[in-house]
């Protein structure tokens, strides 16, 4: 009768005293091995269509998404994400890029302890038109949203440093709203007693979650 392999993974192995039989060898053996290799499909429907009832510790590669994810005996997780270029975020009137010469605004998906995460990089400028004047297409800075994969499941509100001049305040909020726009949280009128209008922010460093 078939043994099994000697790593513990209960791969069955033809016994010299089995009948021969090679299509029961092939399918034990690619019954066995193929389960524990990096599978591969489309997208997690398409994995999830393949195996409706995983095993913990089994890896599927997603080519649509780029994820490497596993199977922890619950869900399935995203272990690492590939490449992902930046993309330029397209800004309403009354916004500019290289907000203290920080660099153009732009966002990027990334794999951060397991989770997908949107990271952004660069600078605004920041105006206050109006008298008195206050922050431009009130606050948000987005001319269109940005794509589903970019956008969190609920409001996320991140911290970002911004100018000192014409501000009693060194930070405002970057908030990352559930439709895909982004908005600055924390500005003034220009005739505000604490008045803060700081003509730039920085986006650098900044991360939400999806």
Known sequence: MPTTDSYGQGVQIASLTDAPNLATLAQNLAAGLVPRSNLRYASASARNAAI????????????????????????WVVVAAGTSAWTTIPLASGYTHDGNSNGTAQYRIVNLFGELTVMLQGGLNLTYPGSPGNIANGGIITN???????????????????????SSSLSLKIDAQSDGHLKVIGTSSTTASDRVTPPWVSLNGLFYSL
């Open 52 to 75: 409706p009832s995983p095993a913990a510790g089994m890896v599927a590669f997603l080519t649509t998404e780029k994820l490497l994810t596993i199977f922890d005996g619950i869900a």
């Open 144 to 166: 269109t949203a940005l794509p589903s994969a970019a956008r969190p499941g609920s409001l996320r509100t991140v911290s970002a440093a911004c100018s000192a001049s014409n």
